[in-house]
Structure formats: C-alpha cells, structure tokens
C-alpha cells in the first residue's frame, strides 16, 4: 500500500500528540569557527558556522536550525551580515563565497575564481558599514575586495601583502578609513585611501590571534598573542605587556558594545572579562556554577571566538565558541547557556512541530513511536526466534554428520571396487596377450620396410597409410591401458 494513494503526507499531527524525541536530532559535536549577530527587538537572530554546517537560531538561541539550501560546501570559516539590510549574509568557506538573500534561508550565489578570487579559501570577511556594497575578504592567497556586492572581486594591497595568508581584518575604530589585518607573522595598516599598506607594530611578539582598538585619542589599541596580552595607549607607539594573571595563548578578543573600557579574552586559562580596559580582569569561564543546562555541557576551552551586541534597550549578548559548542550569556557572562549543535541543531519547539501521517505511520509501525518498552518486547520475542534458529541449526549439523558417515562408508566401498578393478585389469595383462600385442606391431612394421624398400605407386602409399594407421591404433590404445592403470596404482 502507497501512502500517496491515501494522500496521507498532507494530513499533518501536532506536536502535542508527539513524543518528545522527535523534537531533537543527535549527532557529534560540531566545532564553531565563526559568529554573526544580528540584534532584533522582539528575537535576535545567530548564525554559528562550524565545521561541518551553518546554523542559525531565530529567537536568540533558544532553538536552531541548520541552513544549508544551496550551500554545498558545510566548512564555514567566516561569516558576514550586511548592517543596512540584514537579509543580505555572506558565508565565507575553503570553496569561495556564498550569499544569501533571506538570513540563510536559501543560499543563491557563490563567487569562486569565475568571480576573480584567485584564492577561494576565505578566512575572513568584513562589510564597510557606510557603503555596504563593498566587502574585503581575507584569503590564505592575499586581500580582495568587491565593490559590486560580491559579484565581481580584484585583488588589493599591491606587492605588500601578495601571497599573504591573511587571518583576520577589521576597521580602526579611531579611524575607520582605514584598514587593520593580521597575517601569519604580521600586522598591516592601509592608508586612508586603503591601496598602500604598512607593516605594523613588528617589536611584537610573533603569532598574535586578535587585535582589537577603541575610539580614543590617541587611539587604544589591544593585541591577544601566544606570549601574552598587550596593550598601547598612544596608537601602538609603545606597548606594555599585561603580567595581571599572566595570561598566555590568547585566543581571541573582543569589545563589550556597552562599556567602552570593557574586554573579553579567551585564553588557555579560561574566558576573562575587564570593565577598565585590561587593567584588572574577572574570570568568566563557563562551568558547573554558572551554567543554566549543566547536563549538556562538554567542558572545553573558549578558543574560536567570540561576538557582542545589542540593541540600546537590550542587554549586550555575548557568544562564545568552542570546540563543543556555543555559549550564551546576557549578563556578561555570569550565567551561560550551552548549545551543543551536533544535538540542538534542528530543534524545533513542540508548538511549531508537524508531522504527517504517513511518517507517523510507518513509525509506529517499525515501532520507533513506542520507544524502549517497545523493543524490550521485539527482543524478547528476538530471543525466541534465536532459540528456534539455533535448535533448526543443530539438527542440519545432526543430518550433515550422518550424512558425511554415509559418504565415507560409500567411498569405502567404492575404493574396493576400484581395487578389484585394477587387479581385473591386471589380470588380463598377462605376458602371452603383450606378447602377442608386440609381435604383431613388429610384423606390421617389418611389412612397412618392405614397402619402402620396393618403388613407390599410388597403390603402395595407401598401403602404407593403411598400415601406419592401424599401428597408431593399436600403440595409443595400449598407452591409454598403461596410464589407466597408473592412475589407479596412485590412488590405492
């Protein structure tokens, strides 16, 4: 019986009438690599790209949803919200750019080479907020940038950063005409035009993750590196290195939109918080005491990154990523809330739940609705059926073992036979019948001589063809005797 028949796919059931399973997928732990935010009145979107898919929640984390209509390729390394329309998303991965048009709902275009990115594994990417049509997308191969929305891309910077991998950019918050990126080994700054760049800051130590700077003059400027935190306060002119905590492998930085001395850091040691710019620091990292759903939490160390924002009447929103998860906090990080993905990405609220019928029905029917009592059932009954097998099983090997006697008992006798049949055949192989057998080939071969020794007619040769064929005979018949009895000799 088709379910199409019935028409049963368009007959829906709520999910009030549904087990609480359906609600929820498993799957492993998936590694955020990026954040966006997009504040909201009522509920704030979130799109968290991992490493294997992007997903986006609503209603400010309470449930999420993985989005990928069109996006085939699930590593996500950096994301993009234009701040004039948030419809516009752009997804940056180690196969190009992709650009949605409805927060991720559908993913329409994709910008490769074809679109003059000559490297395509994007590290990052970054909207100018005053005229959003133009984007910079940090790539393993250099600096690009689209004036057309992401249509068409050309490479920037000239011979200073070609060939850089380049891992992070941002605008100066002191002057946003210009441009701050940080690659494997360095920190540039462009002009105010952004087409000449300058190697910054090289009195610094080597792998920095994050730079941060504050609208102030002269401008404040922060750095998160494998040695520890620095801090400037006269535009990177001289820097002081924290020894508060003595924080080492900084992950990330990022500013509180609230508090224009706030700073989060995320370290080896764990997620800080300062409320005067770096001087002290509160430790925020999520654990058993903080955290609202303790028995999901995967405890792993906050080194992806980490996003703020907010509307002027809402509380700052702080995420944070992990190898695990995402973490949420509306209160600078006195509580959290953890999502792990790889189990909450397609949660969906019992209100807005639907399934059909014919779905419903074949669950029932393999008896996946009825849960675990169910199957306790089937197994017993499985144990049963396994009893039965293995009795039917022993009772083929009872036939077989008779079975294999009878067949030993058969090649037995046969053997005797084929014993007595040799000595038959040896029996009748006595010396006057060889005898015989050779004298009369030596008498066809004698009259064989004579013939050739007499001149040669037509009637002469068919004579001796005659007589060449009956020797043939008699010699392949008595081969064929020899090696009979041979083989028989061999196999008693």
Known sequence: ???????????????????????????????????????????????????????????????????????????????????????????????????????????????????????????????????????????????????????????????????????????????????????????????????????????????????????????????????????????????????????????????????????????????????????????????????RNKGQLEITPINITLTTGALNNQDPLLLAGSKAGVFISNNNGALWDFINLGESGNTVQNKDFKMDLGKLVTEIHTGRFFGTYFYWVVDIATIGIIGLAITGLMIISYRKKIKKNRLSKNKTLDKEIEIDHIKEMSESFDNEDIYDMANHINTHLIKCKNIYKSPKKKEDASKIDKHISMLDTKIQRIAKQIKDFSTMSQNT
């Open 1 to 291: 019986m088709h379910t199409d028949s019935l028409e049963l796919s368009k007959r829906m059931v709520g999910g009030k009438f549904l087990p609480e399973k359906y609600f929820h997928l498993t799957g492993i732990n998936r590694s955020i690599q990026s954040l966006a935010y997009i504040p909201n009145a009522k509920q704030s979107v979130i799109f968290a790209g991992t490493d294997h898919g992007l997903f986006r929640s609503m209603d400010s984390g309470e449930s999420w949803v993985e989005s990928k209509q069109g996006l085939f390729n699930q590593d996500i390394r950096a994301l993009a919200v234009d701040p004039k329309n948030p419809q516009l998303v752009y997804a940056g991965t180690p196969k190009g750019i992709f650009k949605s048009e409805d927060q991720g709902e559908n993913w329409i275009e994709w910008f490769d080479q074809a679109s003059g990115l000559k490297n395509v594994f994007i590290n990052d990417l970054l909207i100018d907020p005053n005229q959003t049509e133009i984007i910079y997308a940090a790539t393993q191969g250099g600096l690009f940038v689209s004036y057309e929305g992401g249509d068409i891309w050309e490479p920037t910077g000239n011979e200073s950063l070609k060939n850089e991998s380049i891992q992070t950019i941002q605008f100066s918050a002191a002057h946003p005409e210009q441009l701050i990126l940080i690659t494997t080994n360095n920190i540039f700054r462009s002009s105010d035009d952004r087409k000449l760049w300058e190697r910054k800051w090289s009195d610094l130590p080597k792998n920095i993750s994050s730079v941060i700077t504050f609208k102030t003059d002269p401008e404040f400027i922060f750095t998160g590196t494998e040695k520890g935190f620095y801090k400037s306060f006269n535009g990177g002119i001289t820097w002081i290195k924290d020894e508060n905590k003595n924080l080492k492998n900084i992950y990330s930085l990022a500013k509180d939109t609230k508090n224009n001395s706030g700073i989060f850091l995320s370290s080896a040691k764990g997620l800080f918080y300062s409320n005067n710019s770096g001087d002290e620091w509160l430790e925020i990292t999520p654990n058993k005491n903080n955290l």
